[in-house]
């Protein structure tokens, strides 16, 4: 089953290109992380589609006041750690396909240091591929507070520095019996 928000964001069109400027000058940056998990798609789903789940492998987030499952549309407030300072944003799924995509949407963030424009869409997705999976997760930022002369670095270093190691979704997965 597909499930998509009406709601509109920022283009993820252009893939070659992980940090642009419009022609306003707003700077967008988008960031790719994979793993791969020796669990069947369905189990990894059951970490990813879950509240409380998907907040023990994520470490940036405090809190969310979603429960049980994430539903298509629903608002709820997620409190995150960003940039070492502690915020808090409206956050909704705005595509849901099961067993495959969870696509959310984080605005109108509050917090010292952070611009309230602020908008970021998160979007994973699970690959089936034999008994393991494929987990590719897209953070696309705009209006991020990073000077654009510095998100070239933060990129790099994203991309290209030492990954995080173990990637807790797959710790947490793969010692699920």
Request: net charge positive; hydrophobic share 35%.
């Amino acid at each position: 089953m597909h499930r998509h928000s009406k709601a509109s964001f920022f283009s993820l069109r252009d893939k070659g290109s992980n940090i642009s400027r419009n022609t306003t000058g707003v700077t967008f940056m988008r960031m790719v992380f994979r793993t791969q998990i020796d669990r069947p798609a369905s189990a990894v789903w059951r970490n990813v589609i879950k509240p409380e789940s998907f907040q023990k492998w994520n470490d940036k987030i405090e809190s969310m006041e979603a429960r049980d499952e994430f539903h298509l549309g629903e608002p709820f407030m997620t409190r995150y750690k960003w940039r070492g300072k502690q915020t808090q944003c409206m956050s909704v799924a705005t595509n849901i396909s099961d067993g495959r995509v969870l696509e959310l949407r984080h605005s109108d963030f509050v917090g010292n240091g952070v611009d309230p424009r602020m908008e970021a869409l998160e979007r994973i997705v699970l690959e089936q591929r034999g008994g393991r999976t494929m987990v590719t997760r897209v953070l696309s930022i705009k209006h991020h507070g990073v000077p654009f002369f510095f998100a070239p670095i933060l990129w790099f270093v994203s991309r290209f520095g030492k990954p995080k190691d173990p990637d807790p979704l797959k710790l947490m997965c793969e010692a699920e019996p």
